[in-house]
């Protein structure tokens, strides 16, 4: 997940309306979902092989005040968002903006794939809700998004509903949609969460491998070939400076994600 360091405003989102559309704004030329007094727009962040070229795109929700066009922290607007009754139906219509967005960004290619942060209660979601996965089929079907270039990533939050959860990766699995762990090495990112699922991406949170690498470089190398020996993508997140580049790569690390190489982009859509 990207850490753009940004001077968010702190606010407490209060959803009130019944429905939300993901509209075309014609002065800012991109696609918008409003709730209320915020508004949501998507920004990319491009995940580059050791050449640079990008094999796939994070979907990160910019959010601002409608009126005022001020930034909103989204760490504390979905921290809130969980508290709302509404926030499933707020969280569908934001994956909604984001597969719009990038399908018709300069960023989309047959080859390259949408990555989105979804937590584990999505997960058990899918689980209990048997007509969700379908309804996510069909807006991405209608966003034109094949379900095979979408990569869902698990965030580090923990879940006491294990069982739930891993039934609900496996709905999506089944459904030919990569899975990937995000910021490996922070909260519930770990082992154990790496041994029950088996995802097809790892990636590899800034912190720990800046700590790795500076207290225990032989313990990243070992993580990152096991990934390697069981056919797992490994990416590494945060990556700013080219040394850092340079070691990972040393690693084995072929995939990276950070501002040396790409910052996190609202795009502009003509036509």
């Keep these: 997940m990207s850490c753009e360091k940004l001077n968010f405003s702190v606010i407490q989102p209060e959803i009130s309306q019944s429905s939300f559309d993901v ?4 002065t800012q030329k991109t696609f918008t ?6 508004s949501v727009r998507s920004a990319f962040q491009a995940i580059v092989d050791v050449m640079n070229k990008p094999m796939g795109f994070e979907a990160l929700a910019r959010i601002t005040l409608t009126h005022s066009c001020q930034p909103v922290s989204p760490y504390m607007f979905f921290k809130h968002l969980r508290q709302q009754e509404k926030a499933n139906q707020v969280l569908f219509k934001i994956i909604e903006c984001h597969a719009k ?28 809700v048997p007509g969700l996965i379908t309804a996510i ?7 034109e ?25 496996s709905v999506m699995k089944a459904e030919n ?29 800034r912190k720990f ?19 390697k ?25 072929e995939l990276f994600q950070g501002f040396h190489f790409h910052r996190p982009e609202v795009v502009t859509i003509n036509g």
């Design 23 to 26: 509209e075309f704004d014609q």
């Design 33 to 38: 979902v409003c709730f209320g007094e915020y």
């Design 101 to 128: 967005s990038f399908r018709h960004s300069p960023f989309f290619s047959p080859d390259v794939k949408l990555f989105i942060n979804l937590s584990p209660n999505f997960f058990v979601m899918l689980h209990q």
């Design 137 to 143: 089929k069909k807006m991405l079907s209608e966003a």
């Design 145 to 169: 998004i094949p379900l095979e270039n979408v990569v869902g990533e698990l965030t580090e939050c923990c879940c006491k509903q294990t069982k739930q959860l891993s039934k609900g990766l």
């Design 177 to 205: 949609i990569w899975l990937a762990i995000d910021d490996f090495g922070e909260k519930c990112s770990n082992m154990p969460r790496y041994g029950s699922f088996r995802p097809n991406i790892v990636k590899i949170s």
């Design 209 to 227: 491998y800046l700590s790795t690498l500076r207290d225990n470089p032989e313990k990243l190398i070992s993580i990152i070939d096991g990934f």
């Design 229 to 253: 020996a069981d056919g797992v993508h490994v990416v590494v997140e945060g990556v700013e400076e080219p040394e850092d580049f340079k070691l990972l790569t040393q690693m084995g690390v």
